[in-house]
């Protein structure tokens, strides 16, 4: 089946009606006017440097280049010259977002993230993927408390319950989080246990 190409008379603005808003960055791209191309060839004994590989066409997003500061980037054979806002599918929610140029910079050149780490979620399902990390880390911490106070009981049985909802746990790990309740106030306990009776009522798969 040939690929479908946007419609010349649809404003370039409309095309990314549905990508997911940065809370930072936006929804569209942001136009810098800066387009450079890869040379085709290097001059003898000048360095070898390349556009982000992030940013292959057809993903790339004319005009919104940033130009990258070589010397702050870590990890690397060959340094990236420029940062192309690009288009991306969330692996998380399959929803459109853009990598922009400026967030790239931001990872490689701030953060001291590595050239070759790639941004495969939109903002949102970071978010939550950083929130249920953060869970089962207390989660662990929690397992190795002995004896554990009631309220530590039910802290680590909402982030058991939490795992199970974002699919890392097992449903069949509902049976811990009633095993945690049990020694918890009623009115405490109340709502995860409605969560828990939720998940056991759902069919398999």
């Known amino acids: 089946m040939p690929k479908r190409r946007r419609a010349r008379n649809v404003p370039l603005a409309d095309e990314f009606a549905d990508y997911v808003d940065h809370p930072r960055y936006g929804q569209r791209p942001r136009i810098t006017g800066l387009h450079p191309h890869r040379p085709e060839r290097f001059k003898a004994g000048e360095p070898l440097v390349k556009l982000h590989w992030h940013s292959p066409e057809p993903d790339r997003i004319a005009n919104t280049a940033v130009e990258a500061d070589i010397s702050r980037q870590i990890f690397t054979t060959f340094p990236v010259t420029h940062y192309f806002d690009t288009k991306r599918v969330c692996r998380d929610c399959r929803r ?94 109340e709502d995860l246990l409605q969560r828990v009776v939720a998940i056991e009522r759902e069919p398999e798969g």
């Open 96 to 189: 459109p977002f853009l990598f922009f140029a400026d967030e790239q910079k931001h990872w490689y050149e701030e953060l001291g993230f590595s050239i070759e780490v790639d941004c495969v979620r939109c903002v949102a399902c970071r978010k939550q993927q950083q929130g249920i990390s953060r869970q089962r880390e207390r989660y662990e911490q929690l397992f190795h408390v002995e004896p554990r106070t009631p309220a530590e009981n039910l802290e680590m049985a909402e982030c058991c319950l939490a795992m199970i909802e974002a699919s890392v746990f097992s449903r069949r790990q509902t049976e811990r989080v009633r095993m945690l309740l049990r020694g918890v106030p009623t009115k405490a306990r």
